[in-house]
């Protein structure tokens, strides 16, 4: 049976009562309730994330196992970093975080997904991570070619814990450069999780794989009482992360 939350008061379900697997929705744990702010940070506190169609209630998640990237694990292929070494030799490509967020949100939302039937990321997400993104806990990184925005994702910074939500790329690698330049920036910051969510092909070629709720659960738990970052700014010098000295 779905915890339903009648009132903005009423806290979540213990992530334990998600359906398991083998169920028609493994993972749902409950539905109902506002995207508010306080709502989002109790959620994400605790390894639950909205996910829903337009048209349903919000619907909130706890899967297991849970896709994560541990940024000491970040895999670069040989043709990826060849692209990443080019890109930030130029002087006309960069990284920006927070220069233009609405543009990266809304180009997530929009881009097609192979097997999916429209978009999880509905106005009122659209909605509500922004207002999320003006209290400071929202982030993107955008992949800059002459002045054009081509790619980037956006996440969610609790602490010292970065929760992935969405990428897009409107040039080859463009989205996989913002996702370099997120691990980079992590590094720089001690950030040493990123949450992913869902198993993909994608993110387990790069170095994702899957931990057991409870296991990630205790990780989110020690990361998110670190401090944050204070500086949202991405700096050439990040890149040494990745990148041999020039």
Same mark, same amino acid.
């Given at each position: 049976?779905?915890?339903?939350l009648?009132s903005a008061?009423?806290p979540?379900?213990d992530t334990?009562?998600?359906?398991p697997a083998g169920?028609?929705a493994?993972g749902?744990?409950?539905a109902g309730?506002e995207l508010?702010p306080? +709502?989002?940070t109790?959620a994400?506190?605790?390894g639950? #994330?909205?996910?829903?169609?337009? *048209?349903?209630? $919000?619907l909130?998640?706890?899967?297991?196992?849970?896709m994560v990237?541990?940024v000491a694990?970040?895999?670069?292929a040989?043709?990826l970093r060849?692209?990443?070494?080019?890109?930030?030799?130029?002087?006309v490509?960069e990284?920006?975080?927070?220069s233009?967020?609405d543009?990266v949100?809304?180009?997530?939302?929009?881009?097609p997904r192979e097997?999916?039937d429209?978009?999880w990321?509905?106005a009122?997400?659209v909605q509500a991570?922004s +207002?999320?993104?003006?209290?400071?806990?929202?982030h993107? #990184?955008?992949?800059?070619?002459? *002045?054009e925005? $081509?790619g980037g994702l956006?996440?969610?910074s609790?602490?010292?814990?970065?929760?992935?939500?969405?990428?897009?790329?409107?040039?080859?690698d463009a989205?996989?450069?913002?996702?370099?330049?997120?691990?980079?920036f992590?590094?720089?910051h001690d950030?040493e999780l990123?949450?992913?969510?869902?198993?993909t092909?994608?993110?387990?070629s790069m170095?994702?794989?899957?931990?057991?709720r409870?296991a990630?659960?205790?990780?989110?738990t020690? +990361?998110c009482?670190r401090?944050a970052?204070?500086?949202?700014?991405y700096h050439?010098?990040?890149?040494k992360?990745l990148?041999?000295?020039?």
């Open positions: 049976m779905i915890h339903w009648h008061n009423d979540l379900p334990r009562l998600a359906l169920s028609e493994p749902l744990l409950a309730g508010t306080e +709502r989002l109790e994400y506190s605790k639950v #994330f909205p996910w829903y169609s337009r *048209g349903q209630p $919000v909130w998640w706890s899967p297991d196992p849970r990237l541990w694990d970040f895999k670069l040989r043709s060849k692209t990443l070494a080019r890109f930030a030799r130029s002087p490509c990284v920006r975080i927070d233009a967020f543009q949100i809304e180009a997530c939302a929009s881009t097997g999916q429209g978009t990321i509905v009122d997400m991570y +207002r999320w993104h003006a209290l400071g806990a929202v993107s #990184f955008e992949t800059w070619i002459d *002045g925005l $081509v956006y996440g969610v609790i602490g010292g814990m970065f929760f992935g939500e969405s990428m897009f790329s409107r040039r080859t989205s996989k450069i913002a996702l370099a330049a997120l691990v980079c992590c590094r720089e950030i990123i949450d992913c969510q869902q198993r092909g994608h993110l387990a170095g994702g794989g899957e931990l057991p409870i990630f659960e205790a990780a989110l020690e +990361r009482a401090p970052p204070t500086a949202w700014t050439q010098r990040f890149w992360h990148l041999p000295p020039p």
